[in-house]
């Protein structure tokens, strides 16, 4: 069984900073790109940062400046650093992998995580 699994999210007051985790777990052969995803109540799943496996990045122009995707490739995790955190970034984070290759079943899996929160307040 493939899976990701994300860690990280909690309280934290405006200003503040925050790292999130994801690491990639399983029978795994191959992971490709990865990426955080978030949700805030009410409101659509929409795209915070994605990472390719040669480290090529991607943002969301809402959290340029202040947001850095990396990764590990060795580990199969990506990180989240979250600088200078406003209330509007409140929402579930969710860890996303467009393709991990599986080789029990020999087949390439796009995999989300269960999401992780992160609270905005003071």
């Known amino acids: 069984q493939v899976q990701v699994v994300e860690s990280g999210g909690g309280l934290v007051q405006p200003g503040g900073s925050l790292r999130l985790s994801c690491a990639a777990s399983?029978?795994?052969?191959?992971?490709?790109?990865m990426g955080w995803f978030r949700q805030a109540p009410g409101k659509q799943r929409e795209l915070v940062a994605t990472i390719t496996n040669g480290g090529d990045t991607n943002y969301a122009d809402s959290v340029k400046g202040r947001f850095t995707i990396s990764r590990d490739n060795a580990k199969n995790t990506v990180y989240l650093q979250m600088n200078s955190l406003k209330p509007e970034d409140t929402a579930v984070y969710y860890c996303?992998?467009?393709?991990?290759?599986?080789?029990?079943?020999?087949?390439?899996?796009?995999?989300w995580g269960q999401g992780t929160l992160v609270t905005v307040s003071s």
């Open positions: 996303h992998a467009d393709r991990i290759g599986d080789y029990r079943t020999q087949r390439f899996l796009e995999v």
């Open positions: 399983g029978t795994i052969f191959s992971v490709y790109g």
